[in-house]
């Protein structure tokens, strides 16, 4: 059961939970803001659209193509 | 079916070439009625840099000039837009690109315009995110990037009292009038051809070809990047090549993204995004920017540029079709250019002197000396 940081804060979920479930199931379902400051949230769940870009320690990745792990910080703001 | 006189000026194609052309008309009290079939152009898919080049005389003369003219319009330009001033940097590798670097340093100084040479240490300090053993670069002060279909937009919206749009294709041009695809011809004093790679398909006798594109965008990376960065090799490998080549070329886009080209390909008329060619490209461009491995890409896609024999458009009169203007063939160059064609189709149309030597630019030079209808 990994426990992340989400947006400062903590959040457990299952084994094999992906980071853009973490994000509907801990935060406001949205990966980041857009240029025109709108939230975005995850949209094909299968690494086309590029809506679920998302922080994961400091780099940019997919949400709904990572899977969560222990220790991990993910911020979807700004 | 029914025939009527539809405008001074009818322009096929809403391009940037088009919308300027359209506009710069409106600008002189004609009315203009621009058709577009919304078939995907160069202006909705290239980078929109706007940079003076120097190849030749007639490159160097026009895009300068049209440069000049961006920077005249740019307090005009809305936000979305995205007009920055930026400058680009020619990178120099090696003690051969370097006296590229120079050369094109005293051509473009001789000419009065905003050039300075850096050097290995101050190229560093400019852009850090570069590889640390480069030798210098050219940073081309007056350069520029504009986001084009934005700007084709705001063009042609400029002045709806003289500019009208219509969605339609056109299927045939005779003289003066044109015919669209739901049969109806439409007439006017010129017709004025600026429909980019389709050039062909209305007038079969353009040496017009398509040369392919691949570009992609990253996410938003802000400050990482201040100078549009420019290969030198770029001047041999990628402009003058017959064969696939790429070229570094990575802009900043005022969100923050980076824009990544450039390729060429004569080969291809396939849309698609072919890996190896998106491979070799981004491959020039890590080369130059290492830590662009780290950064996500969000898209890629590719366009065609207008490619006539020697580069340059094609922007004057039809040599054998009374009535037709032409501006067409603008390479990878037409966002930057289209102010000049604009201005020199302007002049010619209404027989005032123009402000670029025309015949540098006049479809006569692919008709032959004979070739007057
Ligand atoms: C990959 C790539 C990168 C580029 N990078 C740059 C750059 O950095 N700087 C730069 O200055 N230039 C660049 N260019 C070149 C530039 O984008 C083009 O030269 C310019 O956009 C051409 O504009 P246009 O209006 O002539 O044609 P287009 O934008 O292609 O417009 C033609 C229009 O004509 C319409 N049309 C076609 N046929 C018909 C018909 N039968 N009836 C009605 N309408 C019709 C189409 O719907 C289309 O809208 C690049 C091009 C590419 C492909
Ligand atoms: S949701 Fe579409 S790429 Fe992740």
């Given at each position: 059961m990994p426990e992340l940081l989400l947006d400062g804060r903590p959040?457990?979920?299952?084994?094999?939970t992906s980071v853009a479930a973490a994000l509907a199931l801990g935060?406001?379902?949205?990966?980041?803001?857009?240029?025109?400051?709108?939230?975005?949230?995850?949209?094909?769940?299968?690494?086309?659209?590029?809506?679920c870009r998302v922080s994961i320690d400091g780099v940019r990745r997919l949400a709904c193509q990572t899977l969560c792990r222990d220790g991990m910080r993910v911020e979807t703001r700004p | 079916m029914s025939e009527g006189r539809a405008a001074d000026v009818i322009v096929i194609g809403a391009g940037i070439v088009g919308a300027y052309c359209a506009h710069a008309l409106a600008r002189r009290g004609l009315d203009v009625q621009v058709l577009d079939a919304g078939l995907p152009g160069a202006t909705a898919a290239g980078m929109g840099h706007l940079l003076v080049l120097d190849d030749?005389?007639?490159?160097?003369a026009l895009s300068e000039y049209s440069l000049q003219r961006w920077r005249d319009l740019a307090p005009e330009l809305p936000e979305g837009c995205a007009y920055?001033?930026?400058?680009?940097?020619?990178?120099?590798?090696?003690?051969?690109?370097l006296a590229v670097a120079e050369a094109k340093h005293a051509v473009l100084s001789a000419r009065g315009l905003a050039c300075e040479m850096l050097g290995a240490q101050a190229l560093r300090e400019t852009e850090p995110e570069l590889r640390d053993d480069l030798l210098g670069a050219l940073?081309?002060?007056?350069?520029?990037?504009?986001?084009?279909?934005?700007?084709?937009?705001?063009?042609?919206?400029?002045?709806?009292?003289?500019?009208?749009?219509?969605?339609?294709?056109?299927v045939e041009i005779d003289g003066n009038r044109v015919r669209l695809a739901d049969g109806t011809w439409l007439a006017a004093q010129a017709v004025l051809l600026a429909n980019g790679v389709q050039a062909g398909t209305l007038c079969p006798e353009l040496p017009i070809v398509p040369k392919k594109g691949h570009l992609l965008i990253t996410d938003r990376y802000p400050g990482k990047v201040r100078h549009t960065l420019v290969e030198l090799g770029y001047v041999t490998s990628a402009h003058?090549?017959?064969?696939?080549?790429?070229?570094?070329?990575?802009?900043?886009?005022?969100?923050?993204?980076?824009?990544?080209?450039a390729s060429r390909q004569f080969d291809s008329v396939d849309p698609a995004v072919e890996g190896w060619m998106l491979a070799k490209m981004l491959g020039r461009a890590l080369h130059y920017m290492p830590g662009l491995g780290d950064l996500n890409a969000i898209r890629s896609w590719t366009g065609f540029r207008a490619a006539s024999p020697d580069g340059l458009p094609l922007v004057g009169e039809h040599p054998q079709r009374a009535g037709v203007w032409l501006a067409?063939?603008?390479?990878?160059?037409?966002?930057?250019?289209?102010?000049?064609?604009?201005d020199l189709l302007v002049a010619q149309l209404l027989g005032e002197t123009s402000p670029l030597a025309p015949q540098d630019y006049s479809p006569q030079r692919f008709f032959g000396d004979t070739a007057h209808a």
């Open positions: 959040l457990r979920v299952a084994d094999g935060g406001d379902g949205c990966a980041r803001t857009s240029v025109s400051g709108q939230r975005r949230a995850p949209l094909c769940g299968m690494g086309i659209c590029q809506e | 030749n005389p007639a490159e160097l920055r001033s930026n400058g680009t940097l020619w990178l120099a590798e090696n003690p051969e690109e940073k081309v002060t007056g350069d520029g990037i504009i986001y084009a279909p934005n700007t084709a937009r705001w063009l042609l919206e400029s002045d709806p009292a003289r500019i009208r749009r219509q969605r339609a294709e056109v003058n090549a017959t064969g696939p080549s790429a070229a570094c070329n990575i802009q900043p886009r005022p969100t923050g993204q980076l824009f990544i080209g067409v063939g603008h390479e990878g160059l037409g966002v930057t250019t289209a102010p000049g064609t604009a």
